[in-house]
């Protein structure tokens, strides 16, 4: 049982804590997690949002934690001694230990992400960057995996990097499942920029129709002016507005997906890698070797075999 702690800050941001409990504390994830909130002094504890909620446990629980995560307060601040304290100790023991939002600042408070790439609400970035000149903070990302040590962007950039951490610890057909009971999107890689920039013109193909679209013919080869077409854009302005509201290229986009599949087949099935290479239209066995090597450092009998043993490999 994976034992996850999110440590209840004073005037926490409501929001930030409910995704984990919903992720990790869900009934239906009993069978692999266990999740506590725990806070420096058990009791009530103050939201930004004009409600309190109880917190049962004390800091000890951090000590057992596998997982702690440290859902965003407000204002951002150093979290205190105490608090900072069992932060470090999580950390030196093994533990796994993960921010959402401006949660990052009790991460840099304790000397985690110094050395280390982080994120937080971009709107905070400047100000984390200024306080703490050792951390190399990224304002353009939506999450960052440094292995023990996580971060996210703002708010609901904590769903993708904790069904990020489902997806490490249990594979893709695991966080799938999350995503489609939360009805939130199957994958998003953490590079993906924060926010959009401008919405999408009304009337017509929305990008995320687009985006479903293509992913139902991923089994087949499909080009930008295809995809233009359908959005009634051209190739260079699906292009720019793809840049936008997800950071990457149509293309980039489309292979990551690709891939996403070719990840989940590999686990939840036993057809062979050039079957899996025809429906996730990556054109041979090679290319999929290739992609599979650049994103997660491994081949396909590697990752097939390490989730097949219930090991956990490492992300996108």
């Given at each position: ?174 966080a799938g499942d999350v995503a489609r009971r939360m009805v939130a999107a ?131």
């Amino acid at each position: 049982m994976h034992r996850v702690v999110a440590i209840a800050l004073p005037e926490i941001v409501a929001f930030d804590l409910s995704i984990p409990a919903q992720i990790f504390g869900h009934r239906g994830e009993r069978h692999r997690y266990a999740f506590t909130v725990c806070a420096q002094q058990p009791g009530m504890i103050d939201t930004t949002t004009g409600f309190a909620i109880r917190a049962e446990s004390s800091l000890a629980a951090v000590r057992s934690a596998d997982t702690v995560i440290v859902p965003g307060f407000m204002p951002p601040r150093d979290p205190g001694g105490e608090v900072v304290a069992a932060l470090r100790d999580a950390a030196e023991r093994g533990a796994r230990v993960a921010s959402v939002c401006v949660g990052a600042f009790a991460l840099a408070a304790a000397g985690l992400l110094d050395g280390r790439q982080a994120t937080t609400h971009w709107e905070h970035a400047d100000d984390l960057a200024a306080q703490y000149p050792a951390v190399r903070v990224n304002p353009d990302v939506l999450y960052v995996d440094e292995g023990k040590i996580l971060t996210s962007a703002g708010v609901a950039a904590g769903i993708d990097l904790c069904l990020h951490m489902v997806r490490v610890d249990h594979g893709a057909a695991a966080a799938g499942d999350v995503a489609r009971r939360m009805v939130a999107a199957m994958h998003r890689t953490g590079g993906q920029a924060q926010f959009m920039q401008r919405p999408l013109p009304e009337g017509g193909p929305t990008l995320a129709a687009i985006c479903e679209w293509a992913v139902s013919e991923m089994h087949r080869p499909i080009t930008v002016a295809e995809l233009a077409a359908r959005a009634h854009f051209s190739p260079r302005t699906l292009a720019r507005r793809f840049v936008e509201e997800t950071g990457m290229t149509p293309m980039r986009w489309l292979t990551l997906q690709r891939l996403l599949e070719a990840r989940r087949l590999l686990e939840a099935t036993d057809l062979s890698v050039e079957e899996i290479t025809q429906r996730c239209g990556l054109g041979t066995a090679a290319n999929l070797r290739l992609h599979l090597a650049r994103e997660v450092a491994t081949t396909p009998t590697a990752y097939r075999r390490a989730f097949r043993d219930g090991a956990a490999i490492r992300a996108a």
